[in-house]
């Protein structure tokens, strides 16, 4: 997205802030999940390491699911800079819309990963005690 | 007309508050279950890692998510109210203040990032005897 875009302006209206503070959301979740890629191979790192390699094909699989999410929200940010096209309520509703979808998307994913690390944790604590 | 127009308007002022309400309630779940994952960084750090400057960083940062809850908290009531009761337009100052909640936000998470990033590379020289 143009900076010029990211820049809120006292001539902005009530949809073009909505716009910019959803872009700006938007480029957390990609930041989020790009440490999330790093994140996942500390993981795996530590699982080879403590725990015989227990969790590595989770830990893959959501790593695949990473990528995917991170290509799908890459590509949506893209298709946003078209929103400086919109000449009705209509297509602002529209991309307001898209990106409340895309928020349960992103919610939906972060359960799920940590549900996994939850489990993983716990299994971490569980063996570190054992061996105690 | 010009109830319909005021309608629209008291519509949409109504929209974006609601709009900044599903973003803050993501932020305090997350603030929330970060809090989670600190106790099984405290719990690993006790049991394997004892490493005393990271057990005060953990310390710190908790007593920092905390209170960075307890804003966020705040700011949910204020925008409830608003959003229930107020008249002020939404307009760059409304803006602008959810911005810097953001900002106070993402700025917890880049801590816990480090933080967390500290506690891996410690764990990874950890071996299962």
Not at chain 2, 25 to 29: E, K, L, R
């Given at each position: 997205m143009?900076?010029?875009y990211n820049q809120v302006y006292s001539h902005d209206t009530e949809v073009d802030l909505t716009h910019k503070i959803n872009t700006s959301e938007l480029n957390?979740?990609?930041t989020h999940l790009q440490y999330t890629k790093k994140e996942l191979n500390h993981l795996v790192a530590i699982s080879n390491g403590i725990l015989e390699g227990k969790f590595v094909d989770s830990f893959e699989e959501k790593h695949n699911e990473n990528y995917d999410f991170l290509?799908?929200?890459t590509s949506y940010?893209?298709?946003r800079d078209s929103i400086t096209e919109c000449e009705d309520t209509e297509c602002d509703m529209a991309f307001i819309s898209d990106h409340e979808n895309f928020r349960q998307g992103y919610t939906y994913y972060l359960e799920n990963y940590r549900k996994i690390k939850d489990s993983f944790f716990e299994e971490l604590r569980a063996a570190i005690t054992?061996?105690? | 007309m010009n109830s319909t127009s005021s309608f629209?308007?008291?519509a949409q002022r109504k929209l974006f508050i609601k709009k900044d309400l599903i973003a803050l309630?993501?932020?305090?779940?997350e603030l929330e279950a970060l809090d989670n994952e600190l106790n099984s960084l405290k719990h690993l750090e006790q049991k394997v890692l004892k490493n005393a400057i990271l057990s005060q960083n953990i310390t710190t940062f908790r007593r920092k998510n905390t209170l960075a809850m307890g804003l966020l908290c705040q700011y949910e009531q204020v925008l409830r109210t608003e959003f229930e009761y107020g008249k002020a337009i939404y307009d760059v100052k409304s803006a602008k203040l959810h911005e810097k909640k953001q900002n106070e936000y993402l700025c917890i998470k880049k801590s816990f990032m480090l933080l967390k990033d500290l506690?891996?590379?410690l764990l990874e020289t950890c071996k299962r005897n």
């Open positions: 143009k900076n010029i957390n979740w990609i290509n799908l929200l940010k893209n298709s054992s061996k105690k | 629209t308007i008291e309630s993501h932020w305090i779940d506690v891996y590379k």
